[in-house]
């Protein structure tokens, strides 16, 4: 019962409840397939529109399944349409997983997008580079997402080109240095080449050579005969067989001749070079030849010294001795034959070895070891033993020098003995009579004292004691300085350095020598040099006797006569008396030599009669004179007057008297006093008076204000200039301070200034700055004390110059030394001392600091087409919108270019540096209108971290300089922050770019040919060129390798232009006899149409070379002829001209447009192998080939297949109109050699297949 009541329930409730859920979500479901249906009919009609972007919608509910496709989203993935509706995100890209795919819509709301890059996997199995925008609907529930795919294939392409087109202009500078290091390099860089026939010539030779032989390059470049013929006839033959032998051997090549230059005569070179034999048998020398005539004329004085050497030490009296390392004997001239008396019945170093055995022998051999073991000489005496020839023993003195090779090693020494034994033998002879001397000197009553050569005593007698009161051993060894540091007898000291100097004697008669009792007691000292044998002074001998009781007496006689005269003749002036006698006439008892001086008088001619004196007088002063004379005379007053004479020889001179009157016992009247020439004062006065009316001149004219205050700092006295400078107040300004008036802050200061140089007394110049209105005035001011008599400051002169204009020129080469000229950045100076300031600042405080680089992108594009004056704009404005984007205390700077930079100190987070770099990029995508046209830019940005990425700022630099080029490679507009892997992949790009620059001088690059046919008859009709680096390590570098880094570097100019010579060399080769040519074509860069003179360079290879311009094709890319440029055009128009053929290469992988095929002048276009590879099983591809094969026959353009390797691509080929094809089924690249020998031939090695097609 229970459970059929249970049941009952369950059947009533419970599954009526069911049934409802169910129903609600069935609704649903159908809600929301009406939703997908509705939304699949909205967006058909509109994607379908769609032509160029691949479309697909997607259900979020179901993994993302594709709900619908356009036509482009088939023909990109590769499958048919029923096939795309099944896939998910997950079938194509690689990246995705179903998690990602579930986590990606589980993020999106209704009116979300995003927009990234990524990569597809098409049918083909093909990674294609593609970008990506996702947008998200919700429509009653039911949530899609729209997704447009763009192939981004070939903007990828274009980026790598650009960039290595910057690479390139690197690389052009580098060969620039390059050049200018061979140009300035003393000698000359050569390349001589030996043909197989045995004709010499040197191709290449750098411009030094006119130095070394008069020639230039292109004289020697075909045949070096003129060059030979200035070597020297007697060198020539030895330098051909040199080289014959470097030929055979391939040794290196290395002789030393001479030669005959047309201006500089006969002179020595040497020449080195390393051989290489070349596949056609001839040999290459590369070398280097230099003038060496300098060399060899050192090396002939050298030879010219040792003979002189020889000359010198065999007539030296001296004995010479030369020693090996191993201190054996190896020379000795005859004189030290003569004093060892060393037979010559035995062997010189047998002989002298006993002479070691003896104990002087052995001493000097020690000290011959010593030299040779320090390397340092050696100078010594020694007593040599009796030899058996000789009674007595020698005295010789020795100087023993270390000997060295030209490179510096140690290869002997070199002994020179000097007999000294009759030196010696006087010595002796000398201390006999010195012990003579002493016994002589001992018991002589005067004070004697003698004196070596350094003014040292070597003796004083007991005498000498006894007077000065001085121990003889307080003074012996010592000089007088030394012995009495008083300075008493200094003069005596300075006398005996003359003796010494000049052998004369010197004598002293009034020497003051002190007592115990403090007199002085006064000395006549004579000093007398002694001389030795030789006639060189040995010493000084002083003899002193007391004189100081005679000089007393001599004094006391002489004393009152010099008393009397003294004062008349010490004196500047003429003293006298005049007599004016009771009868009126005048005389002058006595007067001083100096008369004759002042008046042109002698004493005698005014003794008894002083008219002719009288008569000196200035006929317009004299009555004056006679006047003030009488009223003295009269009052008995002192007579002072200034006068002027007539001086027979000095003519007018001012005087000046004083004299005092007396009474004379006869009546008459007697003056005492002196007469002074007064002239000069009397000049120097009027100069005085002219210069101070000339200064006061000065200073009330002069621009700059003037003004004169006293100690407390008040005016007394301003110039013209400064009292309108200051209102023309004169009563405000003197008198008063600068604070008082005019007042104000710079007043104050100039106040305190002026205080400092009143109270230091010392001169201050300063620059002082005010406002006057608007403007900033600055003034140069200098401050000068001026001392009264006391050697106090009186007064204080300043001098005021306006030198507001100098200051504003001082600022203006400040801000430009510091600041870009165009768009008033800092520059890179001040930006480094900004960081240096920063790495301060962060390492006190702990902070971190970001450094940003970043580079507009395609602005040289922008540049180069729209004008430099666009350019300019166009920076100035991003440098603006730089600044918003940034802190007021950042620091914003442009490097150069389109080059910026970016210091963002005290950052506390990394997110912090992403933010403000995504606020950059954010600004700068924003649209330019600049010269009337909307311009969009955007920029890579690269950014270091201090101190996390380095601490150095050159590191710094470099590492975020580094980012920068990562995030242009990651597709530019964005920023990166540094990796140490950047660094890696730099050190790896410029390490293949370092060898890339030396790759064609060594010849390491070769050119390949691979062969191209005629489809319908299988002839061979022409070759591509193909450069390859065989690169010793490496083995054969990939072109994809390295090409990129010599267009980026600028290397590919230098290249391209070698590549077309060698294969324009190589076509006149194989075409030499030929009644049908074959063609060679040459890829050109870009940068050869961009940065060289093409047309120029292709003129003078034809020339070179002979090659017909109809031999030669030249393949350019579908970009260059996009950028329609006219110089473009112009060049291809020119090249047309001479008669070569254009071909278009790789077309149909660009962004083709095809308006260019008629606008310029092509002839041919290349199929790229992406289309060729997948034919005939590929439909789309078959139908793209068939369509340019329609396009170029509409237009007469011939066309090549590239990448043709089965019968079938080329069956297929030929049936629908190809004529030419290359590729592996014809023949692989092969080397000149290999290619010459299937021309010869007439076929490719796999012409078989070319021969069936033809059959066909």
């Given at each position: 019962m229970y459970w059929y009541a249970l049941f009952a329930f369950a059947a009533l409730v419970i599954f009526p409840v069911l049934c409802a859920c169910f129903i609600v979500r069935l609704a649903r479901w159908m809600n929301r397939f009406r939703v997908l249906a509705r939304e699949g009919a909205m967006f058909r009609d509109m994607i379908d529109l769609v032509r160029d972007v691949a479309v697909t919608v997607h259900d979020m509910e179901d993994g993302g399944r594709v709900i619908y496709a356009n036509d482009a989203a088939c023909l990109h993935f590769g499958v048919s349409r029923a096939t795309l509706l099944t896939w998910r995100p997950t079938n194509w890209n690689p990246h995705f997983d179903a998690s990602d795919v579930e986590a990606l819509y589980r993020t999106f709301k209704s009116g979300d997008s995003v927009v990234f890059e990524t990569e597809h996997r098409v049918a083909s199995g093909e990674l294609v580079p593609v970008e990506v925008m996702q947008l998200c609907q919700v429509r009653e529930g039911a949530r899609i997402t729209i997704g447009y795919t763009r192939d981004i294939r070939a903007r990828k392409a274009e980026e790598a080109r650009r960039l290595e087109y910057e690479r390139n202009q690197s690389?052009?500078?580098?060969?620039?240095?390059?050049?200018?290091?061979?140009?300035?390099?003393?000698?000359?860089?050569y390349t001589v080449v030996q043909r197989p026939d045995g004709s010499i010539a040197m191709p290449f030779a750098s411009p030094g050579i006119h130095e070394i032989y008069g020639l230039r390059p292109e004289d020697v470049e075909q045949d070096v005969s003129r060059l030979v013929a200035t070597i020297h006839p007697d060198d020539e033959v030895r330098n051909l067989a040199a080289m014959a032998e470097s030929a055979r051997t391939m040794s290196p090549f290395h002789v030393e001749f001479r030669v005959h230059h047309p201006e500089k005569g006969g002179r020595w070179v040497e020449a080195r070079s390393q051989p290489q034999r070349e596949p056609d048998g001839s040999v290459l020398w590369h070398g280097f030849t230099h003038d060496i005539t300098e060399r060899k004329q050192m090396e002939l004085a050298l030879i010219a010294s040792k003979q002189e050497f020889h000359i010198l030490a065999e007539n030296l009296p001296d004995s010479i001795v030369r020693y090996d390392r191993n201190a054996r004997h190896i020379y000795l001239n005859p004189s030290a034959w003569r004093e060892l008396a060393v037979g010559t019945s035995e062997l010189p170093n047998a002989a002298l070895d006993k002479l070691w055995d003896t104990p002087s022998g052995a001493f000097y051999r020690r000290k011959v070891q010593q030299v040779l073991d320090t390397s340092s000489p050696v100078e010594f005496e020694f007593v040599a033993d009796p030899l058996p020839s000789k009674s007595e023993a020698r005295y010789y003195h020795v100087h023993v020098v270390p000997e060295y090779s030209h490179d510096g090693q140690l290869i002997g020494a070199l002994g020179r003995a000097h007999d000294i034994s009759e030196r010696k033998r006087a010595e002796k002879m000398l201390i006999q009579r010195e012990r003579e001397f002493h016994s002589l000197a001992e018991n002589l009553p005067d004070n004697l004292a003698r004196w070596d050569r350094e003014g040292r005593y070597l003796y004083v007698n007991p005498t000498h004691e006894s007077t000065l009161r001085v121990p003889a051993a307080h003074v012996l060894g010592k000089t007088i300085g030394e012995a009495f540091p008083d300075g008493r007898f200094t003069p005596v000291e300075q006398a005996i350095a003359t003796v010494i100097e000049t052998g004369q004697p010197q004598r002293f008669t009034r020497q003051p020598v002190p007592q115990e009792d403090g007199t002085m007691r006064l000395h006549e000292i004579s000093l007398t040099p002694e001389w030795n044998a030789h006639g060189e002074i040995m010493a000084v001998l002083a003899i002193g006797r007391d004189m100081t009781e005679q000089f007393r007496l001599q004094t006391a006689i002489a004393s009152r006569e010099q008393e009397l005269r003294a004062l008349a003749e010490s004196s500047p002036g003429m003293m006298g008396s005049f007599h004016l006698r009771p009868d009126g006439t005048v005389c002058m008892p006595y007067v001083s030599p100096n008369i004759l001086e002042h008046f042109g008088l002698h004493p005698q001619d005014v003794v008894d009669d002083a008219t002719p004196l009288l008569m000196r007088n200035h006929p317009d002063d004299a009555r004056r004179v006679q006047e003030s004379i009488a009223e003295?005379?009269?009052?008995?007053?002192?007579?002072?007057e200034e006068y002027r004479i007539l001086h027979p020889t000095l003519g007018e001179r001012w005087m000046e008297s004083h004299t005092k009157p007396q009474r004379h016992p006869d009546g008459g009247i007697v003056w005492h006093g002196y007469v002074c020439d007064i002239t000069e004062r009397k000049r120097m006065e009027e100069l005085l008076r002219k210069r101070a009316r000339e200064f006061r001149a000065l200073v009330e004219n002069s621009p700059d204000t003037i003004a004169r205050y006293d100690r407390d700092c008040r005016r007394v006295y301003a110039n013209p200039r400064m009292v309108a400078d200051m209102g023309g107040d004169m009563v405000r300004i003197l008198g008063t301070t600068p604070a008082q008036f005019p007042g104000g802050a710079s007043a104050l200061e100039y106040e305190n200034i002026l205080r400092q140089v009143c109270e230091r007394g010392e001169e201050r110049n300063f620059e002082l700055r005010w406002k006057t209105g608007d403007a900033e005035v600055c003034t140069q001011v200098r401050m000068t004390p001026e001392f009264d008599g006391a050697g106090e400051v009186a007064h204080v002169l300043a001098v005021g110059r306006d030198i507001t204009e100098i200051d504003q020129y001082r600022k203006q080469i400040h801000h430009q030394a510091f600041s870009d000229a165009l768009t008033g950045l800092p520059n890179r100076m001040l930006l480094s001392d900004r960081i240096h300031q920063a790495i301060a600042d962060a390492a006190y405080h702990g902070h971190q600091f970001g450094l940003m680089m970043l580079d507009l992108d395609n602005f040289k594009e922008i540049n180069d087409t729209m004008g430099h004056g666009v350019g300019d704009e166009l920076l100035r404005t991003a440098a603006k919108r730089l600044l918003a984007?940034?802190?007021?205390?950042?620091?914003?700077?442009?490097?150069?270019?389109?080059?910026?930079?970016?210091?963002?100190?005290?950052?506390?987070?990394?997110d912090d540096l992403a933010t403000i770099a995504g606020k950059i990029l954010h600004e700068l995508a924003e649209p330019f209108v600049l010269d009337g046209q909307e311009l969009f830019v955007t920029c890579s940005i690269g950014i270091a971290l201090y101190p996390a990425d380095s601490t150095?700022?050159?590191?710094?630099?470099?590492?975020?300089?580094?980012?920068m080029y990562h995030a242009k490679k990651m597709g530019r507009?964005?920023?990166?922050?540094?990796?140490?892997?950047?660094?890696?992949r730099s050190q790896e790009r410029m390490e293949v770019e370092t060898a890339l620059r030396k790759a064609q001088e060594k010849g390491e690059l070769v050119l390949y040919y691979q062969p191209q046919i005629e489809l319908q008859t299988g002839r061979l009709v022409s070759a591509e060129a193909l450069l390859r680096w065989q690169r010793p390590g490496h083995g054969m570098v990939a072109p994809d390798r390295f090409i990129p880094i010599a267009e980026a570097s600028g290397m590919i100019l230098g290249i391209g232009e070698w590549v077309l010579l060698s294969a324009c060399q190589d076509a006149v080769c194989w075409n030499r006899g030929r009644a049908t040519p074959v063609r060679v074509a040459v890829n050109l860069s870009t940068r050869q149409f961009i940065r060289n003179d093409l047309v120029g360079a292709v003129r003078r290879v034809l020339a070179e070379t002979g090659c017909s311009p109809a031999w030669l094709e030249l393949e350019i890319t579908e970009s260059l002829l996009l950028e329609d440029s006219t110089e473009v055009a112009a060049m291809l128009a020119a090249l047309h001209e001479i008669g070569l053929s254009i071909s278009i290469d790789d077309f149909g992988t660009g962004y083709s447009a095809l308006s260019y095929l008629s606008r310029f002048p092509v002839s041919q276009i290349k199929i790229d192998r992406s289309f060729v590879s997948e034919i005939p099983a590929q439909r789309n591809k078959c139908e793209l080939v068939k369509a340019m094969l329609s396009i170029a026959s509409a237009l007469h353009l011939e066309t090549v297949a590239e990448g043709v390797e089965t019968i079938e691509q080329a069956e297929y080929l030929t049936a629908h109109g190809c004529r030419l094809a290359q590729g592996y089924l014809f023949g692989r690249p092969m080397r000149l050699a290999e290619f010459e020998a299937i021309v010869a031939a007439g076929l490719p090695a796999q012409g078989q297949a070319t021969r069936a097609i033809a059959l066909c």
């Amino acid at each position: 019962m229970y459970w059929y009541a249970l049941f009952a329930f369950a059947a009533l409730v419970i599954f009526p409840v069911l049934c409802a859920c169910f129903i609600v979500r069935l609704a649903r479901w159908m809600n929301r397939f009406r939703v997908l249906a509705r939304e699949g009919a909205m967006f058909r009609d509109m994607i379908d529109l769609v032509r160029d972007v691949a479309v697909t919608v997607h259900d979020m509910e179901d993994g993302g399944r594709v709900i619908y496709a356009n036509d482009a989203a088939c023909l990109h993935f590769g499958v048919s349409r029923a096939t795309l509706l099944t896939w998910r995100p997950t079938n194509w890209n690689p990246h995705f997983d179903a998690s990602d795919v579930e986590a990606l819509y589980r993020t999106f709301k209704s009116g979300d997008s995003v927009v990234f890059e990524t990569e597809h996997r098409v049918a083909s199995g093909e990674l294609v580079p593609v970008e990506v925008m996702q947008l998200c609907q919700v429509r009653e529930g039911a949530r899609i997402t729209i997704g447009y795919t763009r192939d981004i294939r070939a903007r990828k392409a274009e980026e790598a080109r650009r960039l290595e087109y910057e690479r390139n202009q690197s690389e052009l500078a580098g060969l620039g240095r390059l050049s200018r290091f061979i140009g300035n390099t003393p000698g000359y860089f050569y390349t001589v080449v030996q043909r197989p026939d045995g004709s010499i010539a040197m191709p290449f030779a750098s411009p030094g050579i006119h130095e070394i032989y008069g020639l230039r390059p292109e004289d020697v470049e075909q045949d070096v005969s003129r060059l030979v013929a200035t070597i020297h006839p007697d060198d020539e033959v030895r330098n051909l067989a040199a080289m014959a032998e470097s030929a055979r051997t391939m040794s290196p090549f290395h002789v030393e001749f001479r030669v005959h230059h047309p201006e500089k005569g006969g002179r020595w070179v040497e020449a080195r070079s390393q051989p290489q034999r070349e596949p056609d048998g001839s040999v290459l020398w590369h070398g280097f030849t230099h003038d060496i005539t300098e060399r060899k004329q050192m090396e002939l004085a050298l030879i010219a010294s040792k003979q002189e050497f020889h000359i010198l030490a065999e007539n030296l009296p001296d004995s010479i001795v030369r020693y090996d390392r191993n201190a054996r004997h190896i020379y000795l001239n005859p004189s030290a034959w003569r004093e060892l008396a060393v037979g010559t019945s035995e062997l010189p170093n047998a002989a002298l070895d006993k002479l070691w055995d003896t104990p002087s022998g052995a001493f000097y051999r020690r000290k011959v070891q010593q030299v040779l073991d320090t390397s340092s000489p050696v100078e010594f005496e020694f007593v040599a033993d009796p030899l058996p020839s000789k009674s007595e023993a020698r005295y010789y003195h020795v100087h023993v020098v270390p000997e060295y090779s030209h490179d510096g090693q140690l290869i002997g020494a070199l002994g020179r003995a000097h007999d000294i034994s009759e030196r010696k033998r006087a010595e002796k002879m000398l201390i006999q009579r010195e012990r003579e001397f002493h016994s002589l000197a001992e018991n002589l009553p005067d004070n004697l004292a003698r004196w070596d050569r350094e003014g040292r005593y070597l003796y004083v007698n007991p005498t000498h004691e006894s007077t000065l009161r001085v121990p003889a051993a307080h003074v012996l060894g010592k000089t007088i300085g030394e012995a009495f540091p008083d300075g008493r007898f200094t003069p005596v000291e300075q006398a005996i350095a003359t003796v010494i100097e000049t052998g004369q004697p010197q004598r002293f008669t009034r020497q003051p020598v002190p007592q115990e009792d403090g007199t002085m007691r006064l000395h006549e000292i004579s000093l007398t040099p002694e001389w030795n044998a030789h006639g060189e002074i040995m010493a000084v001998l002083a003899i002193g006797r007391d004189m100081t009781e005679q000089f007393r007496l001599q004094t006391a006689i002489a004393s009152r006569e010099q008393e009397l005269r003294a004062l008349a003749e010490s004196s500047p002036g003429m003293m006298g008396s005049f007599h004016l006698r009771p009868d009126g006439t005048v005389c002058m008892p006595y007067v001083s030599p100096n008369i004759l001086e002042h008046f042109g008088l002698h004493p005698q001619d005014v003794v008894d009669d002083a008219t002719p004196l009288l008569m000196r007088n200035h006929p317009d002063d004299a009555r004056r004179v006679q006047e003030s004379i009488a009223e003295s005379a009269r009052t008995m007053l002192p007579w002072r007057e200034e006068y002027r004479i007539l001086h027979p020889t000095l003519g007018e001179r001012w005087m000046e008297s004083h004299t005092k009157p007396q009474r004379h016992p006869d009546g008459g009247i007697v003056w005492h006093g002196y007469v002074c020439d007064i002239t000069e004062r009397k000049r120097m006065e009027e100069l005085l008076r002219k210069r101070a009316r000339e200064f006061r001149a000065l200073v009330e004219n002069s621009p700059d204000t003037i003004a004169r205050y006293d100690r407390d700092c008040r005016r007394v006295y301003a110039n013209p200039r400064m009292v309108a400078d200051m209102g023309g107040d004169m009563v405000r300004i003197l008198g008063t301070t600068p604070a008082q008036f005019p007042g104000g802050a710079s007043a104050l200061e100039y106040e305190n200034i002026l205080r400092q140089v009143c109270e230091r007394g010392e001169e201050r110049n300063f620059e002082l700055r005010w406002k006057t209105g608007d403007a900033e005035v600055c003034t140069q001011v200098r401050m000068t004390p001026e001392f009264d008599g006391a050697g106090e400051v009186a007064h204080v002169l300043a001098v005021g110059r306006d030198i507001t204009e100098i200051d504003q020129y001082r600022k203006q080469i400040h801000h430009q030394a510091f600041s870009d000229a165009l768009t008033g950045l800092p520059n890179r100076m001040l930006l480094s001392d900004r960081i240096h300031q920063a790495i301060a600042d962060a390492a006190y405080h702990g902070h971190q600091f970001g450094l940003m680089m970043l580079d507009l992108d395609n602005f040289k594009e922008i540049n180069d087409t729209m004008g430099h004056g666009v350019g300019d704009e166009l920076l100035r404005t991003a440098a603006k919108r730089l600044l918003a984007c940034v802190r007021s205390y950042d620091t914003v700077a442009r490097l150069g270019g389109d080059e910026f930079s970016v210091l963002l100190p005290n950052m506390r987070r990394g997110d912090d540096l992403a933010t403000i770099a995504g606020k950059i990029l954010h600004e700068l995508a924003e649209p330019f209108v600049l010269d009337g046209q909307e311009l969009f830019v955007t920029c890579s940005i690269g950014i270091a971290l201090y101190p996390a990425d380095s601490t150095e700022i050159d590191a710094l630099y470099k590492y975020a300089d580094s980012a920068m080029y990562h995030a242009k490679k990651m597709g530019r507009n964005n920023f990166q922050f540094y990796e140490p892997e950047f660094t890696v992949r730099s050190q790896e790009r410029m390490e293949v770019e370092t060898a890339l620059r030396k790759a064609q001088e060594k010849g390491e690059l070769v050119l390949y040919y691979q062969p191209q046919i005629e489809l319908q008859t299988g002839r061979l009709v022409s070759a591509e060129a193909l450069l390859r680096w065989q690169r010793p390590g490496h083995g054969m570098v990939a072109p994809d390798r390295f090409i990129p880094i010599a267009e980026a570097s600028g290397m590919i100019l230098g290249i391209g232009e070698w590549v077309l010579l060698s294969a324009c060399q190589d076509a006149v080769c194989w075409n030499r006899g030929r009644a049908t040519p074959v063609r060679v074509a040459v890829n050109l860069s870009t940068r050869q149409f961009i940065r060289n003179d093409l047309v120029g360079a292709v003129r003078r290879v034809l020339a070179e070379t002979g090659c017909s311009p109809a031999w030669l094709e030249l393949e350019i890319t579908e970009s260059l002829l996009l950028e329609d440029s006219t110089e473009v055009a112009a060049m291809l128009a020119a090249l047309h001209e001479i008669g070569l053929s254009i071909s278009i290469d790789d077309f149909g992988t660009g962004y083709s447009a095809l308006s260019y095929l008629s606008r310029f002048p092509v002839s041919q276009i290349k199929i790229d192998r992406s289309f060729v590879s997948e034919i005939p099983a590929q439909r789309n591809k078959c139908e793209l080939v068939k369509a340019m094969l329609s396009i170029a026959s509409a237009l007469h353009l011939e066309t090549v297949a590239e990448g043709v390797e089965t019968i079938e691509q080329a069956e297929y080929l030929t049936a629908h109109g190809c004529r030419l094809a290359q590729g592996y089924l014809f023949g692989r690249p092969m080397r000149l050699a290999e290619f010459e020998a299937i021309v010869a031939a007439g076929l490719p090695a796999q012409g078989q297949a070319t021969r069936a097609i033809a059959l066909c």
